[in-house]
């Protein structure tokens, strides 16, 4: 790639972090293109698609809260991984207001462009509860799809404006149903 494309490429996706960050997933592409000073496009050849810029700024994050994961797992007890990892999970999505919607349909979806790196990242959590679970600290009438549904509900509920206060004291309701273990939040 070209110098002066790779610094749009790059320009683009900083631009669109913190436009999603502030107008959500559905934030205008002609917004995004006009504040990082390039034309419409010049976004399209970079990203044809909206969820192809999705994927270019998730996929990062998604591929390091996978590494996280093993991680946590090599360094933590299987309850404390787990829900370390899972606070890991929601940080990361409450930085982009509705992601929630498009992770949850690139995992229906083989042929979404996001569908592997969220397979990957649901696959890290789900080995993390089957760990927990086979320690005896976690339910063992969940699995990966159950948890990854509860979680996201988690990262839902902090988008929806005057519930953010919420969010953390039903985290730590969840967990105390999900982590056998006495929970101390």
């Not at 399209?44 to 996280?68: C, I, K, N």
């Not at 959590?125 to 086979?134: D, F, I, K, M, V």
């Amino acid at each position: 790639m070209r110098a002066d494309a790779k610094a749009n490429h790059d320009r683009l996706l900083a631009v669109a972090g913190t436009v999603i960050t502030e107008h959500g997933t559905d934030a205008s592409m002609r917004d995004i293109a006009r504040k990082a000073g390039v034309g419409l496009a010049t976004l399209q050849r970079h990203f044809p698609t909206r969820e192809s810029l999705l994927e270019a700024l998730l996929r990062t994050g998604f591929d390091e809260l996978t590494d996280r994961a093993a991680q946590v797992e090599a360094t933590s007890p299987p309850d404390e991984a787990l829900v370390l990892w899972l606070r890991d999970f929601i940080a990361l999505c409450t930085n982009y207001r509705g992601v929630v919607g498009s992770m949850m349909q690139a995992i229906e979806d083989p042929d979404s462009a996001l569908h592997t790196s969220c397979v990957a990242m649901r696959g890290s959590g789900a080995r993390l509860l089957t760990r927990a679970q086979e320690a005896g600290e976690a339910r063992t009438d969940l699995d990966g799809a159950d948890l990854f549904a509860l979680v996201s509900s988690l990262v839902w509920l902090r988008d929806q404006p005057g519930l953010e206060g919420r969010a953390e004291r039903l985290f730590d309701l969840v967990m105390s149903a999900v982590v056998t273990k006495r929970w101390a939040g």
